[in-house]
């Protein structure tokens, strides 16, 4: 017996697994239930098979195929964001009414094409989280010839994926508002005005009403009473204010005498560290969005790394901190050396700070698999710690050197001329292992990710020179073995964004850092600081959409984390040098912010993330939801998680503990 089923039922079916409203009901033939298979998409020795969905994932739509032809046609679907890559195709012998369906990821645009002999027709479209889509494939009369011709229709309206991410940024702008405002009000001393008033009403109120009690109907005399206090109150407020007059005198003569004492002694070095407070806010706000793109960032593509190519808000976060390690070097010499401390004990502290941050990343990276075999050797914190020893131990002779020098108009680029010739020679070592290292059974100076890009050509060249050094030296076993492009490119090699080549330009990032640090250094003002910084940040800036050619593919070296490439890192100095700023004006300059929250975790930076990435999954900190796949439940967790780090930075401030390597 032929299994037959309305196709009303069937579209309802679909759109209730979506958790939606039904919204089409004019629906008029039935289909066979072999008719709804999944859509059995291949390129050469590749098959993706999307089943129809049973239940809801995250950031897809389901695509019904319909062919209403009489001739075979060939639909073909790809990854919007996957450069120069074959697309995944299956033939549809037409007509059916349903000749198949898939999931269709909804993050990134999609490229759809249709193609036979009667013509063909693409499409990039970016469909909506949660939606239902029908491509009706047809034809029209063309001059008495049938072209083909498709129609790509939602069938259902979903809620707007990015909502709850807007949701968000109101309720902690709102609260930020309110905070800014609590604090304005503290600092006029509106607060105390209010207490004090209310303090004086109080006690009026009880002194009123012990006279009336103790004096009954005695009110003629209380009267007088009251009179001859009132005439004491003022007598004695009138002496109290000219003994204020004689303090204030004395003080202020006491205050002139001490300033004219801190100007003789201007020369001395400071009792009091002065700390960067801008700089603290700026490495807070990298940690805490850290800290959110590490719990998975509710799912938002946005705010998670790249595929590959391109630039997202996660991708700014650890690029920053190297800026900022090179910026805070500066100061962490300048006591070194006002200290006097020996240049083996100065040389020893960098190597061993080096050695500490190396073992805690190896340390955090055997939290999921300690096999010792398959142990994954980069990683964040090591990358931090080869970055650290070679910039330090190139800075240390000339920053001693530039010390004993007279500050002039560019004392912070001429006094450390033979620093920046190192640097731009790494820098040349990197471009040319980069485009000039012969790689096996690749092109030199290959940047793409292998897999399916450049038409599947170079299945096995996944980064290049940059993989192909982490290969020969760490071995397959010890690098990253899942990059981001498994999903978009379905490269087999692993690949390691924390490889070799890329920790000689994160140096150069760190070097920029220091930089930004030796011109707080050598000017006081804050004008020729904030000068100097946005001439680096345009120049640096302008050179990186130059590199790229100002688009995500096709520029001579596109802007890409996972190699750490020339225009990234210079990208990534140019944001710094432009945030640095603006948090250097806000809270620095004009006091307008002390920083909170983001201060907190970052004067414990170290603590904090070592924490978050050793319990990041233990209750109260996080949870699994009844509905992972809910943006708005995800999102709700991962706020969650990174104020609760935030709010541990608070208290360690308040008990004034900070830890440092």
């Keep these: 017996m032929e299994a037959v089923i309305d196709r009303r039922i069937f579209f309802v079916f679909g759109l209730l697994s979506f958790g939606q409203t039904p919204t089409i009901a004019v629906i008029e033939y039935d289909v066979h239930t072999d008719y709804l298979s999944p859509c059995q998409l291949t390129i050469a020795h590749l098959s993706l098979e999307h089943a129809m969905p049973t239940e809801y994932l995250m950031d897809t739509a389901l695509l019904y195929v319909v062919s209403s ?8 679907w790809q990854h919007g964001d996957c450069y120069e890559c074959p697309l ?8 059916r009414l349903v000749n198949c369906s898939h999931r269709i990821q909804t993050k990134y645009p ?65 609260l930020a508002a309110v905070w800014v405002l609590l604090v304005f009000l503290h600092k006029r001393g509106k607060f105390d005005k209010i207490l004090r008033k209310n303090r004086i ?31 004491s109150d003022r007598k004695h407020e009138s002496a109290l204010a000219e003994e204020n007059k004689d303090e204030e005198k004395d003080n202020g003569s006491q205050s002139e005498r001490q300033n004219s004492a801190v100007l003789a002694n201007a020369s001395d070095p400071p009792k009091v560290k002065i700390r960067l407070h801008s700089l603290d806010a700026f490495r807070g706000l990298s940690l805490v969005v850290m800290i959110f793109v590490n719990y998975g960032s509710a799912g938002y593509y946005y705010i998670e790394h790249a595929i590959w190519n391109g630039l997202t808000v996660g991708d700014l976060v650890f690029p920053w901190f190297i800026f900022m390690m090179g910026t805070s070097m500066v100061f962490s010499f300048r006591g070194l ?52 020893l070679a910039t330090a131990l190139v800075h240390f002779p000339f920053a001693k050197m530039a010390a004993k020098k007279e500050k002039t108009l560019f004392g912070d680029v001429i006094h450390y001329w033979p620093e920046w010739v190192i640097m731009l020679a790494l820098l040349a070592l990197n471009l040319s292992l980069t485009f000039a290292l012969p790689v096996p059974d690749c092109p030199t100076g290959y940047l793409g990710p292998g897999g399916l890009a450049n038409n599947a050509s170079y299945w096995n060249c996944t980064g290049g020179s940059a993989g192909y050094i982490d290969k020969k030296i760490l071995s397959l076993q010890h690098i990253y073995r899942t990059p ?16 070799i080549l890329g920790t000689i330009t994160s140096v150069f990032l760190c070097f920029l850092g220091l930089q930004a640090g030796k011109i707080i250094a050598m000017h006081k003002n804050p004008i020729p600081i904030l000068i100097r910084w946005s001439i680096w940040g345009v120049l640096t800036g302008l050179v990186a959409l130059l590199l790229c050619n100002a688009k995500q593919d096709g520029g001579w070296i596109p802007l890409n984390k996972n190699l750490w490439s020339l225009s990234y890192v210079l990208a990534m100095a140019s944001t710094s040098f432009i945030a640095l700023s ?43 939801m009844p509905d992972p796949q809910s943006h708005w439940q995800a999102l709700i967790v991962d706020c969650w998680s990174a104020s609760v780090w935030t709010f541990v930075a608070y208290l360690l401030y308040r008990k004034n503990i900070f830890v440092a390597l």
């Design 69 to 76: 032809v009489g001739f075979e046609v060939v639909y073909g």
């Design 88 to 95: 995944f195709e299956v033939t549809l012998n037409g007509p």
């Design 110 to 174: 999609n490229v759809l094409r249709v193609r036979s002999e009667n013509g063909s027709w693409s499409a990039k479209e970016r469909l909506t989280d949660r939606g239902v889509y029908l491509l009706n494939i047809t034809t029209e009369d063309a001059n008495g010839r049938l072209d083909l011709a498709c129609d790509l229709r939602p069938l259902n309206s979903p809620p707007n994926p990015d909502l709850p991410m807007l949701v968000a940024f109101l309720i902690f702008a709102a």
């Design 201 to 231: 009403q109080a006690d009026g109120s009880d002194r009123k009403s012990e006279i009336h009690e103790e004096h009954g109907n005695e009110a003629k005399n209380n009267e007088f009473e009251l009179a001859d206090e009132k005439d």
């Design 337 to 388: 050396f006002k200290n006097e401390i020996s240049d083996m004990k100065i040389v020893w502290k960098i190597v061993w700070r080096s050695i500490l941050l190396f073992g805690i990343g190896l340390f955090l990276g055997t939290k999921y698999d300690n096999d010792m075999e398959w142990i994954r050797i980069p990683g964040v914190l090591q990358r931090f710690s080869a970055t650290y």
């Design 484 to 499: 981001t492009i498994k999903d978009v490119y379905y490269s087999t090699e692993p690949f390691d964004p924390e490889g």
């Design 582 to 624: 603006i948090l250097y004006i806000l809270i620095d300059v004009l006091s307008l912010w002390n920083g909170a929250p983001f201060i907190y975790p970052g004067m414990n930076s170290i603590v904090i993330y070592f924490c978050q990435s050793a319990f990041s999954n233990n209750f109260p900190v996080s949870w699994q």
